[in-house]
């Protein structure tokens, strides 16, 4: 017998595009799933790039205006995968639609873009899902359970850095990420919201936070954008412009629990190049994980015998380890690709089955809260409430 | 315009045969290939399993005798994924039927059917491919780059092991891959066979021989394989019965260059899952590289000023990197199936362009050379040469 | 011809007398110097311990007030390695005394104390020093070099971690390092001090700070501490009493070069033994050192040639390396007490010298200011100016 | 109580004479002996030498002739620290004289010599000890522990290397370790001694081996050596001259407890600068440790809990670790020098207790068979039986 079909929409087909389309391509290769997805749109506004796209990625068919999908009855799901600024728009209007809304993090640009798009798909009683995918890592989802297991105890600390250093030269141009109106923020919006989530899904809700967030080259060469377009009304490619973005966004916070928290994304940082790297210590035990050896944890259990303790590195490929059944023998490692796949086999599972995905547009706008929360700190340099 | 077809029949759908699929099934959305690979037919002999499978796996149709798929004159390659032991009768008479041919490593499972698997792709002109898969690892292919360039300067040393623990237990049955009639050899063909193609690849042919080969646990209970069948006629589930493969493997080895060799290959070292590495010291510099961290090498370089040298792992991640342009920004990484899908995106291009794709059965049959002589070394208790 | 002497008064003997102990003892035997260091006293309040510590340590005598050293013309250094509390009454004394003075970190146990302990030394001409024995770790003493070369262009981060975890056991008792009285503050002044002197010593001075220190076990029960005295009048062994210091102390800062910095220190990160680590980010390159391999250090070189580059692990062994000539030779590694034995040689050198040795009081007074900001960060929950 | 002395000769006061010196010197302050070792006689040929060396070093006089201090009634133990031609018949003298021999590794040039100096030793009623000084690490003492405690299991695999660089410009000279006169082999005997008395040590007693050694630069200029001689009459300063000794030995054996092992020894593998590694695989479990981190060792524990299993790093350096009760704090490293700390601690304590150290003059001559046999193996190109 047939599955029921899930008819998906993309909005998007830059990086991020690429990685939801690679995932709803393998996704049922991997995954034994109760529905079948169907890549039926792409969309993005340049039909020539957008049909080679949609081609290339194997979608059936494009278009050029978000809402010819939203007006296609066929079309169960949205995923929005474009720039920050149009998140909100969209989100909203695909809600309306009736549609489930996917979404890339952070759900919006601004805390105010991210309530309304959490109260858009509560209204319309809608599925949402937001594409925290470093989740979805087996290693990561093993900690969670490890977590939940006890296995780490009480938890006192987490320490987390996100270190990228692409921008570090300084006739690196200003594209898009680097512009508030299109990005939002800079490093604390595109690397700080993975931390923030990891900590939340890990560690629990943070209760206050300290932060400061600093543009290290104030001013880079204009360039042209995906879109052609250099950013501002009669601006010149190559002319100096003032980047509105932060480098580095850094806090402290405390955690309801207790738990004591540092958090550092940068993309100034020399040799990193997608270093997303936290450790957790608890009572019982302590752990690490960084998505640059993603298949890996390193696991320190105090209760192990006096003298034989030690970090010890677990390769999360066994077959009874989280998302790895479908996969490949021990030893034989996955990649970042498969952190999407994984997302969407749970996002789909969740809608056949009813429930919610997680993370949801919940976890989007609690993220955005922690996200805003330490802009403010910046501002007023000091501690902010959540 | 449209590409030109290449069309594609694969026999055998186990573990070999899920991965062949996966990287025909994705190698055109991550290379821009002059041709167009086409999921004709997936064969094997028992009905129900290969039509699920041949679904699952993205295939068109399905056979159940490998000859029906030599008749076919629409299939352009014959990809050979079954156990070794039937190889060389699919290999030559695909090569007779004018199929260029694919194949599982090791080739054959004697250096007579290597022979004669050679020899048929020779006679009928066909190509022929090979799936040393380990040589498509972005990283192992830097560091040919490397030795290429004269980084590492004259070679000394090549220094492999390739360690698994999946059959310590005593209990663990007498699967197909631990009897020599349907394997051939036992970590020497599996897991030698790698190490013998890597050190081919990056340092050159080997002279002479001094090896061992040992069988750690000399009885385990009999267990039906995937054909249903105990492997010997009237025999009882569960009851022992002799391992006829090796469990280790090692030699010594000189090379034609002069640069000295170790290889060990088990499947008795506890706690090592699929730790494919080795180290390569030459004059100049040396290289370190291990499968379970797939994305990295290490290089030391003498040239480096004084003081300031050491072993720097580099990720080999970035565009400019073997294979990596059309996968991920640098420092996402990815995975074993990766390796598949570079080999076929090579092989696939090799054709269109009617050359010879690399590794072929050429590299086979030396392949083989070598497990044959370490064979006969054991035997003898001295060294052999090549 | 004879070497002129300079006589050593040491007091206390618990760990860091032991360490400064065997510095004493074994720097002439790996370092020529200009002077010969003569251990002549050994001080103590308790008779029959600082005897047999004296003979089992190697000193020539013990005595058991501090002033009696000062009143022996023959001593030319008094060298205070007591608990925080009685640093500053000794080292003012023994400046007065006419006697240089060596101190163990922090200086004082306060900014007063440090500043009296400063303005003592000065005001009696005599030389000072500070047991910031990290600074010496050949490693960091290299780290120190290549920045000053320039290697790492301009620091972006500073990122250092000093994490330990032994008292996370609720029981374990009220030692006198938890005893705020006696030692000032908990990690903050016996780790994070070690931080803030890496920090200064290779990035520059802090400009300002916003930090929390945290006390995650509130009571402990008392013990007798080395004196034998539970700490309060009246106090009953094994009650609950308070823990009047910090577990853990963080905080965020801006150097005054633009670099941003995090530090945090703590005895609750199970697992990290000795765990002292930091990451320096420039435009030209990292570093990252680590205590518990105190021998190496990585260094990213983002001059390496392009696709070549990656963090390299130098061992810092070579005899071309700080401190090394005198020790073995490449790859056979000393360990912590040889960051004692630099330092006095260091030490012993600059007054030979007629120099002041590095680091001084004002290192350890700058030092203390750090210290004092954060706590005041801590309390006002806002930056403060250093 | 004063305690019984133990006076000590020593002859050879380089490399080896320089670590033996420091752990008299030291072993009293770190372990509590039951006697108490006198520093008395350093013994060279050079008069003005030996007399600077041994104030520098620590020694109350000097002799310039071997056999002054065997004609000492004093001396009690007789440390021959001098290069491989000169040991036995040192120690025949010294053990005819009446003293302990303690003896550097390996203990004869030849398996001829070694064996009369066992025999010597045997016959005298001696005490005797040979300086394996890396059985003596901690971690190498705590892999001995566990692997007594059965935690390792059954032991499959022995793999070893010990890998350095330091003669691969073919313009280094021809040192006394390079002329077979002097050493008696090259990286054979100087590394591969070390690996084999830690597989004795660890694994067994081996059965049989192939081997082959090999001389990479086959001429090197001649240099005068420590005694200004330059090794041939009539040899000139810089003119080339045959390297006599192996720059690379390796061998495949078998222990008799079942287990296979592989050693390599080379100088030629750049970046490797004392890289005296090995790993071991059981049943029950693996561990590695190698020198260059000497204070740790990973253990892989197959009884940990599935999904959870994996190699741990254990830092040996807690006090219930063997050796480090009496040094530092844990994660608060030691270096190369205590090897030779702990082994004249344990070597003392014997004495005084009337038992003989280990390891012995047995221990040096079973490792001189195994290297015997590996050459006599290289000659025949075959497997020789021990």
Known sequence: MAKKQLKIALIGYQFMGKAHSNAYRQVAKFFDLPVEPVMKTLCGRNE????????????QGYATDYRQVLDDPEIDIVDIATPGSSHCEIAVAAAKAGKHVFCEKPIGNTLDEARRMLEAVKAAGVKHAVFHNYRKAPAVALIKRMIDEGRLGTIYHWRAVYLQ???IDPNFPLVWRLDKEVAGS???GDLGAHLIDLARFLVG?????????HTFIKKRPRSAGADGKLGAAGAVEGEL?????DDAS???ARFRNGALGTFEATRFAQGRK????????????SVVWCMERMNELEFYDATDPEGLQGFRTIQATENSHPYMEG??????????????????ADALRAIAEDRNPSPDFVDGYENQRVLDAVERSHDSKSWVAL
């Open 205 to 213: 809700e943070i209760e206050e936070v300290s932060g400061l967030m």
């Open 241 to 245: 412009a003032d980047v509105t973005v």
């Open 274 to 285: 997608n270093h997303n790297k936290f450790e957790i210590n608890g009572s019982k035990g």
């Open 327 to 344: 996969y490949w023998p021990v030893g034989h490692i996955i990649g970042y690709e498969h952190t999407f796949i994984n997302l969407v």
């Open 186 to 188: 800079g490093s604390h």
């Open 165 to 167: 250093d692409w921008i």
């Open 48 to 59: 020539e790039r957008v049909r080679a796209a949609a081609e290339h990625l194997g979608w």
């Open 250 to 252: 850094l806090f402290l």
